[in-house]
T-cell receptor, first 111, second 114 residues
Framework: GQSLEQPSEVTAVEGAIVQMNCTYQ??????LSWYQQHDGGAPTFLSY????GLEETGRFSSFLSRSDSYGYLLLQELQMKDSASYFC????????????FGPGTRLSVLP | KAGVTQTPRYLIKTRGQQVTLSCSPI?????VSWYQQTPGQGLQFLFE???????NKGNFPGRFSGRQFSNSRSEMNVSTLELGDSALYLC?????????????FGPGTRLTVL
């Protein structure tokens, strides 16, 4: 099968840097995506890694290592509004190209 | 461009009833995917439609079905509702549904089954 694992909760303070990890077990996929979801809101796209390495978009960076079956999302200069759930997701080669989402990491940013 | 819209936003049904949810994708997007989100199971893929054809299907019983119209709008139907069907149902659209497409999610329909 295929599965993604994420820590359930992370807490950090305003202005800090936080890294949220995603480990996966899937035999083949196109790339790793990250989505943010605020309470009561819809998931919104943050970042996509098609290849190994680091992708940077403003305060957000995402990293993928296929050899380690591992990725992470890095948030810098944390703001209160970053408090949300963060999901990693893959689109598998092998299961009808279905999207599979991780369970999500709930980030709480403290003042 | 207007975002993905879903109607209704909230719905209360009783066991055994059926329900139809609607999704209007972003203009020009041809791929629509549906997801079920619950606290216990997270975001689970239901199915994807592209050009009026179901292209992919998740691991859900046949009570869950959908369709897509020529204008790319999509509906999802759940028959013989069960308590466990209570969830947030999200649809997402993308231009072509290829592996590199970004999915844009709607606000969801919150279904409560009593």
């Amino acid at each position: 099968g295929q599965s993604l694992e994420q820590p359930s909760e992370v807490t950090a303070v305003e202005g800090a840097i936080v890294q949220m990890n995603c480990t996966y077990q899937t035999s083949g996929f196109y790339g790793l995506s990250w989505y943010q979801q605020h309470d009561g809101g819809a998931p919104t796209f943050l970042s996509y890694n098609a290849l190994d390495g680091l992708e940077e978009t403003g305060r957000f960076s995402s990293f993928l290592s296929r050899s380690d079956s591992y990725g992470y999302l890095l948030l810098q200069e944390l703001q209160m509004k970053d408090s949300a759930s963060y999901f990693c997701a893959v689109r598998s080669h092998n299961y009808g190209q279905n999207f599979v989402f991780g369970p999500g990491t709930r980030l709480s940013v403290l003042p | 461009k207007a975002g993905v819209t879903q109607t209704p936003r909230y719905l209360i049904k009783t066991r055994g009833q059926q329900v139809t949810l609607s999704c209007s994708p972003i203009s020009g997007h041809r791929s629509v995917s549906w997801y079920q989100q619950t606290p216990g199971q997270g975001l689970q893929f239901l199915f994807e439609y592209f050009s009026e054809t179901q292209r992919n299907k998740g691991n859900f019983p046949g009570r869950f079905s959908g369709r897509q119209f020529s204008n790319s709008r999509s509906e999802m139907n759940v028959s013989t509702l069960e308590l466990g069907d209570s969830a947030l149902y999200l649809c997402a659209s993308s231009p072509t549904g290829t592996s590199t497409d970004t999915q844009y999610f709607g606000p969801g329909t919150r279904l409560t089954v009593l």
